[in-house]
Every structure is written in structure tokens, then in C-alpha cells.
């Protein structure tokens, strides 16, 4: 039965961090996303679907930011799926085709069209996406770098006292082999990964084969996201597994990197790749291939967070995924009842149809920093 998206409320809502973290530019101790309500039609009942743009604030991860993300949902995107009925995803998406880029501003919109999907069929998102999914998702954590090892073996200790058995080191030129080396003594047995975020120059391979030493589980993303061959150079000439993040945009360009041997592993972010439709078609290209994937994550609250636990509970993700719980970040979170682990697993959400948590919309409209409502027209629904 067709979906009609009849408006769609846009509020760039702030939350506070339990910790800070270190980002390109200077430490943050809150992030601000964009939530989209979309509220929508099946010809039976009315239905309220959520998604979540999870862009950096400043374009130093990539060229998007909450600012872009705005703009590109309230000129183009919104007003692009307005009062025009769908029956897929991939049938609203194409409405949008148009607007090139824009990853993270597409993949808020999207999501909130999965959610509204699931919705009018009844079902949870993780059960809309074709696969017997798993009903629990191993966990890991990412950590940001720190000021001293010292501070950073605290909060390695804590996250594993907590039950997380992979932790991710966020490393860069100056701040790489010690850490690893202090983290891998402190804990022998621990699945330990590390990810550059492209920071180092294809001349920095002796610097990261020095990390062969740790057996880490991969090191991810060394080099710029459009230098494939230098990280075809690096694959061959180490024996820790690198891993791709930044570099796939698309099941093309993955192709691409797998021709090459360019990766092992892949980290598929719903956000970076534009949506969950993405996503899963980058799963399916890579289960195709023998290449293992673990779902990546933007620090997302607890819409985005629960649309990638969904994600993540497909059958090719056999790798621990950065689907924590939101309380490792989060003082408070918008989704009730709220996403927690036990035993390093997050149980995928499946109380209710759609992303299968309740958002608390009186939570979201106190931390709103601005919002905007846009609603169809006579003329939307005759386009």
C-alpha cells in the first residue's frame, strides 16, 4: 500500500557526552545532529517515522556538516518526497536522484523512510531488510585520542570492566605504537583494532607495519579515502588486515578496492553511505565476495543507532560493530527504553514495528537547538 509523507519536522537537537572526545580541530563535549519526524499516510492510519542526520558539525571527517545537512534536506530532499506516494524505499529515493552527494543529509531522510516502511507492514525495521537477522549484535567501543596513555588505559579498563571485548584506538603520526603497545600488554586477549581516519601519507608504511607486532584485529582506513593503490601498497607489504571505512562510498567504488586488494575487511556506515538501502546492498556485494563487515558508527543517538544495530544484524556482519550502548556516550538519550549492552552484545530492537523504540519527543523539543516543519501541498501531490 502506497506511503505519503504528508510532513516532515527537522530539529537539530543537542546532546551531552559523558566523555569528551578528541575530533580534527579541538575537544567537544556535546554533539549536535539533525532528527527528521516524518509523518506520513499508508491510506489506513497515520504513521510518524524517524531518522537521524549524524554529520560532523565542522568538515574535517568529510565534507558534510550539520549546517550542509540543513540546507539539502529543507531546499532539496524534503521538499523533493512531499506528497508524492511510494511503495519502497528505493522508490522514494528515487524521487530524490537528482541531488548528487550529500551522504549524510540522504541517509536521515532514508532511514525515516524505512521507519515508516516497517511501520505500515507491521514489522521491525531489522525484519524489513530481507534477512533472518540476528537477534543480539556483538559489541565494541571507539576511543578517541587521549591526552596521556595513562588517561587512555582508564577508559580502555572501564569499557572492559563494563564486558566490551573489542575496543577501537583512534591513532595518528605521534600517538600510534605506543598506545597499542601500552593497551596490548595491559590486556593480552582483548580484540583490539585501530583506525587512522586517513591520517597518515602513503611514506608512513615502515611507521604502520611497526603495529604488525599487537595482533590487532585490522587497522582501518590509513591513508586518504581516494588512494586505493596506497592502500593496495600497504595490504601487501603488512599482515595486519587493513580495513576500508571513508574510501567506500558505494558498492562501485568497493568493487573497485576488492579488484585491487586494496582491504579485507569493510566498515559499512549507514550514514556515509547514504542510507540503510546502501548499506545493505554493500553487505550483500561484500557477503558475495568473502570479505567480512562490521558496522561503523557517527557516535548516533538513539534513532541512528537503533536503525544500525538493525543493519548490523545481518548475516555478513561477523566482525564486532560500534553499536555500544548509547549510556557509553550519552548522559541521556531521545529513545526509550534506551539502548544498553550486557555482556558486550545490544539486543536489536524489536518492541515495536519500525526502528522498535519509542523517541521521546518532549526530550527531543527540550534539546532542540532550531527546527523546521515543511508540509505538502495541492501542488506535492499532483506533481
Known amino acids: 500500500m502506497p506511503i505519503t509523507i504528508t510532513e516532515v519536522r527537522l530539529a537539530v537537537v543537542r546532546l551531552a557526552l559523558v566523555h569528551e572526545f578528541e575530533t580534527s580541530s579541538h575537544r567537544k563535549g556535546h554533539l549536535d545532529h539533525i532528527l527528521v519526524r516524518a509523518t506520513a499516510t499508508d491510506g489506513q492510519r497515520s504513521l510518524v517515522g524517524w531518522g537521524e542526520c549524524a554529520s560532523p558539525a565542522q568538515p574535517f571527517y568529510c565534507g558534510e556538516t ?20 511510494w511503495e519502497t524505499v528505493a522508490q522514494a529515493t528515487a524521487m530524490t536522484a537528482k541531488v548528487t552527494g550529500n551522504q549524510f543529509a540522504r541517509a536521515g531522510l532514508e532511514m525515516a523512510c524505512w521507519d515508516l516502511l516497517a511501520q505500515s507492514r507491521g514489522v521491525p525495521l531489522a525484519d524489513a531488510l530481507g534477512h533472518r537477522g540476528a537477534q543480539r549484535v556483538e559489541a565494541g567501543v571507539s576511543l578517541g585520542i587521549e591526552p596521556t596513555i595513562d588517561a587512555l588505559m582508564e577508559q580502555v579498563a572501564r569499557h572492559v570492566g563494563d564486558g566490551y571485548r573489542r575496543v577501537k584506538l583512534k591513532i595518528g603520526p605521534g600517538w600510534d605504537v605506543e598506545p597499542v603497545r601500552a593497551v596490548r600488554e595491559a590486556f593480552p586477549t582483548l580484540a583490539l583494532q585501530v583506525d587512522a581516519n586517513g591520517g597518515y601519507a602513503p611514506e608512513d608504511c615502515d611507521r604502520l607495519a611497526a603495529l604488525d607486532g599487537y595482533d590487532l584485529l585490522m587497522v582501518e582506513q590509513p591513508f586518504a579515502a581516494d588512494d586505493l593503490l596506497a592502500h593496495a601498497v600497504l595490504a601487501r607489504r603488512i599482515a595486519t588486515p587493513v580495513c576500508l571505512d571513508e574510501s567506500v562510498t558505494s558498492v562501485a567504488v568497493l568493487r573497485s578496492a576488492l579488484a585491487l586488494k586494496a582491504c579485507a575487511i569493510v566498515n559499512v556506515k549507514v550514514s556515509r553511505l547514504g542510507g540503510i538501502g546502501p548499506a545493505v546492498a554493500v553487505h550483500d556485494a561484500c557477503r558475495e565476495a568473502g570479505i567480512p563487515v562490521w558496522c561503523g558508527g557517527m557516535h ?29 556516550y550519552y548522559r541521556i538519550d531521545v529513545v526509550t527504553p534506551p539502548i544498553r549492552a550486557e555482556g558486550g552484545t545490544v539486543a536489536v530492537p524489536r518492541g515495536r514495528p519500525g526502528i522498535g523504540l519509542e523517541v521521546d519527543e518532549d526530550l527531543v523539543r527540550a534539546h532542540t537547538l532550531r527546527s523546521r516543519t515543511l508540509a505538502a501541498t495541492e501542488e506535492d501531490a499532483r506533481a
Open 300 to 328: 548516533e543517538f538513539g534513532v541512528g543507532r537503533a536503525a544500525n544495530l538493525a543493519v548490523a544484524s545481518l548475516p555478513g556482519f561477523t566482525l564486532p560493530s560500534d553499536v555500544s550502548g548509547s549510556d557509553k
Open 66 to 85: 550539520t549546517d550542509s545537512c540543513w540546507q539539502i534536506l529543507d531546499r532539496y530532499l524534503v521538499p523533493m518526497l512531499l506528497g508524492r506516494p
